[in-house]
């Protein structure tokens, strides 16, 4: 059975950090690009940070260049979305994505509140 299993959302305070762990099992995760996708109240789910299957690439938009780092353990079947400088626009439930050609998986979210 696939699994995505995110974990590490909390309440932090603006300017602080989080660090999302997303556990993958059930498929073969070195076989699939990784990303990480974003759905705050009322708005669409966005793409936040993508990484290639072997990590050398990776991608964010660009609300988050520069304070969001996406990397992958295939060691670990884990890919992680280190979230610093966060501001309170960051806060949404945040999704864990496998995806290749023809077919993607989904993890169940996990939620991030900025407040001070």
């Known amino acids: 059975q696939v699994q995505l299993v995110e974990s590490g959302g909390g309440l932090v305070q603006p300017g602080g950090s989080l660090r999302l762990s997303c556990a993958a099992s059930?498929?073969?995760?070195?076989?699939?690009?990784m990303a990480w996708h974003r759905q705050a109240p009322g708005k669409e789910r966005e793409l936040v940070a993508s990484?290639?299957?072997?990590?050398?690439?990776?991608n964010y938009a660009e609300s988050v260049k520069g304070r969001f780092t996406i990397t992958r353990d295939n060691a670990k079947n884990t890919v992680y979305l280190q979230m610093n400088s966060l501001k309170p626009e960051d806060t949404a439930v945040y999704y864990c994505?496998?995806?290749?050609?023809?077919?993607?998986?989904w993890g169940q979210g996990t939620q991030v509140t900025v407040s001070s």
């Open positions: 994505k496998a995806f290749a050609v023809g077919n993607n998986y």
């Open positions: 059930g498929f073969t995760f070195s076989a699939y690009g």
């Open positions: 990484v290639s299957i072997n990590g050398g690439y990776s």
